[in-house]
């Protein structure tokens, strides 16, 4: 009986180094630096956890997560001269925390085509810095090409149509997940409450130990869930603890060979973890056409399409990490792979804990989960989501080779999941299918958000009646769950609709 070949070492992805860092946790103007910075100094760190310097000269790419805190029209080119080389290819990425994810996979896509032999991916933000040198009203000293925060397209945020109900913001769009999910599963109010503070809470401890933390403090479920002091309620039902933190200094960097060039460069055998492949998809841009907000179908079929691709099951899967912007991510990932709730979901830290540098969180994940699986795990799954529930990519990483090499799918999964007819003047009784409320500073309900119903079962977007503080208060009743419960919505005069919920 004929024996399989093994896979040329030569087309065999690897991760070879990993670097991250912290920087300005004080937000003082003397430590300031901008994210191309940050990004050579992560890459270098990298190549020195790869223990082989001259990978720098030998890197074919370096692809960068699109930088959100100052605006580049060449950061690669940027990076590559702080790092001392003249030029080299790649790109800065477009935006979505699924990027670190997709560039990491579709770079070991090219080592196993051969079209690569060594890359680079990195990430980094520095809102931190940005911001401490605008309170001190002093211009930032940074590559002026152009300069200034990033200006994104108005389609960047969804629809005309959800922009002008203000739905397109992650602070309101995920909570319309997580109130839709909570009634799905028929949790009260206050069962949700828990299990969202049970996940923080362990990340807490988990980003208490990684080196890169912006906010490195244990803290139990009941601080994560009370609102009161500074973690005041943001938009119904996260109060801050359970918000992404984007106002942070950080950076990682991850370096990827072929196996063969791994062995020649002598890197130790202990440091290499091979990239069996992944895989990634897309929901619909339009928040308002999803087929539902209880799950993420694009979201699903990559999860099944990575498992499936490498063969594997989620029970072999012993380092995890689950993109963590808002509760409602990890919860909907979770469910789906039918994940226990003491499982732990980050090998990172999350994105409150831990922190959120733009889009750039999981290029921290997948050092993370490096380090996890060289101190001992077999097996890794990182999930990147991006914009709102949006683009989804993940990636099999393992101390073992697969028997095929690289595994990853070449193209986007697909989901068929079509939403209910959306109209844009809604007129007459209706009923809630999601919603959310956002808030003052001083903890007062301000403005309401309802995706809901027509009878005949098409969906509106409506926001509530300005003085309506029935309506504000009966939608964050813990008490009542407001979803199915009827109203009526109607045009106003400024091109919203206007829902109001009947007494």
Not at 384 to 401: C, D, F, I, Q, Y
Not at 405 to 431: F, I, K
Not at 450 to 475: K, Q
């Amino acid at each position: 009986m004929s024996v399989p070949a093994r896979p040329d070492p030569a087309r065999v992805p690897v991760v070879v180094g990993v670097g991250q860092l912290r920087n300005n946790r004080e937000r003082t103007v003397d430590a300031a630096r901008e994210p191309a910075e940050l990004i050579a100094d992560a890459v270098r760190r990298a190549v020195a956890d790869a223990g082989a310097p001259s990978l720098l000269d030998r890197a074919d790419r370096l692809d960068v997560v699109r930088v959100i805190s100052w605006e580049y029209d060449d950061l690669v080119g940027d990076v590559a001269r702080l790092l001392g080389r003249d030029a080299i290819a790649g790109e800065h990425s477009d935006v979505g925390g699924n990027r670190p994810v997709q560039l990491l996979d579709e770079a070991a896509a090219r080592i196993a085509d051969g079209a690569a032999d060594v890359q680079v991916v990195a990430g980094a933000e520095a809102a931190a810095s940005f911001t401490a040198l605008m309170k001190a009203g002093a211009e930032p000293p940074w590559s002026r090409r152009p300069g200034g925060p990033v200006r994104f397209a108005p389609d960047i945020a969804g629809t005309e149509l959800a922009r002008r109900h203000h739905v397109a913001v992650p602070v309101r769009a995920y909570p319309l997940y997580e109130n839709a999910l909570r009634a799905s599963l028929g949790q009260s109010f206050a069962q949700a409450q828990e299990w969202s503070a049970d996940i923080y809470a362990d990340f807490t401890h988990v980003a208490a130990a990684n080196d890169a933390a912006w906010d490195p403090v244990v803290r139990t479920a009941d601080e994560i869930a009370t609102v009161a002091g500074k973690n005041r309620m943001i938009c119904y039902p996260y109060p801050l603890l359970m918000n992404a933190q984007p106002a942070v200094d950080q950076a990682a960097a991850v370096v990827v060979t072929s196996l063969a060039t791994a062995r020649a460069l002598g890197i130790d055998e202990a440091q290499v973890v091979h990239v069996w492949g992944g895989a990634g998809g897309a929901d619909s841009k339009d928040i308002l056409a999803r087929v539902a907000y209880d799950r993420a179908p694009a979201m699903a079929a990559t999860l099944d399409a990575t498992l499936e691709q490498t063969g594997i099951g989620i029970d072999d899967v012993d380092v995890l990490d689950l993109y963590s912007c808002f509760p409602c991510v990890p919860k909907l990932a979770a469910l789906h792979l039918g994940l226990s709730r003491d499982r732990r979901l980050s090998v990172t830290g999350g994105l409150t804990a831990f922190g959120g540098p733009g889009n750039s969180y999981s290029t921290h994940a997948l050092v993370a989960a490096t380090r996890a699986l060289r101190a001992g795990g077999r097996t890794a799954l990182v999930y990147g989501n991006g914009e709102l529930v949006t683009k989804h990519h993940a990636v099999v990483l393992s101390r073992e080779p697969h028997r095929d090499g690289y595994v990853g799918r070449r193209d986007a999964v697909t989901a068929d999941a079509q939403g209910p007819r959306l109209v844009e003047v809604a007129s007459g009784a209706a009923t809630v299918e999601t919603f959310t409320v956002s808030y003052t500073r001083t903890g007062e309900p301000e403005h309401g958000y309802v995706i809901g119903r027509l009878p005949n079962g098409d969906r509106f977007v409506a926001n509530t009646p300005d003085g309506d503080a029935a309506t504000l208060r009966a939608l964050v009743e813990p008490a009542g769950d407001p979803i199915g419960r009827p109203g009526t919505v109607a045009p106003s005069g400024d091109g919203r609709n206007l829902f109001a919920l009947a007494r």
